[in-house]
């Protein structure tokens, strides 16, 4: 691949990295983006930085980011073929301006409508919502949740929140 060739990818090709449905987006989503030349390495982010919530808006090696709405959005991991990004809780429901720019060479703007809440839940290959028990065992046939279990259900889409009334549940 050349480092010349802008990124290509289209509006059709991004997805909820949940569901892999396009047009699925909302604050807080999780979104992956396919395509060809959409970064010069293979790369994701350290897991410390996750907990530290310390995700970087810069690609090392590249300088490749991601715009939405004229704004760098975190990045998860990318690669020539994939990128997957957070949406940024505070970007406002519309429809919004998507650009890759790798090493200052700039992929098209195509739009992505976000919706208040756009709810996905990842699966498992079974086809399981993807969830575990609090000991940290899959939610799965051999290991079933029972009435009355709590369980740790994963998804995306689930919108904007408030840290203070989140906070308030706990």
Same mark, same amino acid.
Request: glycine fraction near 10%; aromatic fraction near 10%; hydrophobic fraction near 40%.
């Given at each position: 691949?050349?480092?010349l060739l802008?990124?290509e990818?289209?509006?059709?090709?991004?997805?909820?990295?949940?569901?892999? $449905? #396009?047009?699925r987006?909302?604050?807080?989503? =999780?979104?992956?983006?396919y395509?060809?030349?959409?970064? @010069? /390495? %293979?790369?994701?982010?350290?897991?410390?930085?996750l907990?530290l919530?310390a995700?970087?808006?810069?690609?090392?090696?590249?300088?490749?980011?991601?715009?939405?709405?004229?704004?760098p959005m975190?990045?998860?991991?990318?690669?020539p073929?994939?990128?997957?990004?957070?949406?940024?809780r505070?970007? $406002? #429901?519309?429809?919004?301006?998507?650009?890759? =720019?790798?090493?200052?060479?700039?992929?098209?703007?195509v @739009? /992505? %409508?976000?919706s208040?809440?756009?709810?996905?839940?990842?699966?498992?290959?079974?086809?399981?919502?993807?969830?575990t028990?609090p000991?940290?065992?899959?939610?799965?046939?051999?290991?079933?949740?029972?009435?009355?279990?709590?369980?740790?259900?994963?998804?995306?889409?689930?919108?904007?929140?408030?840290?203070?009334?989140?906070q308030?549940l706990?």
């Open positions: 691949q050349s480092l802008p990124p990818y289209s509006s059709a090709s991004i997805v909820n990295a949940a569901s892999q $449905r #396009p047009s987006f909302a604050p807080n989503s =999780i979104v992956t983006i395509g060809v030349n959409l970064s @010069s /390495l %293979t790369w994701s982010v350290p897991g410390a930085s907990f919530g995700i970087p808006t810069i690609l090392p090696g590249d300088r490749g980011f991601l715009h939405l709405s004229n704004v975190p990045l998860f991991f990318a690669s073929t994939q990128i997957n990004f957070l949406i940024s505070d970007l $406002r #429901p519309g429809t919004r301006p998507l650009q890759v =720019i790798r090493d200052l060479v700039r992929g098209p703007t @739009s /992505l %409508t976000i208040p809440e756009a709810p996905e839940f990842f699966r498992m290959p079974d086809g399981f919502a993807a969830a028990h000991d940290g065992r899959t939610v799965n046939a051999e290991n079933p949740a029972r009435p009355g279990d709590i369980i740790v259900v994963y998804g995306t889409g689930f919108g904007a929140f408030n840290q203070q009334e989140f308030g706990s």
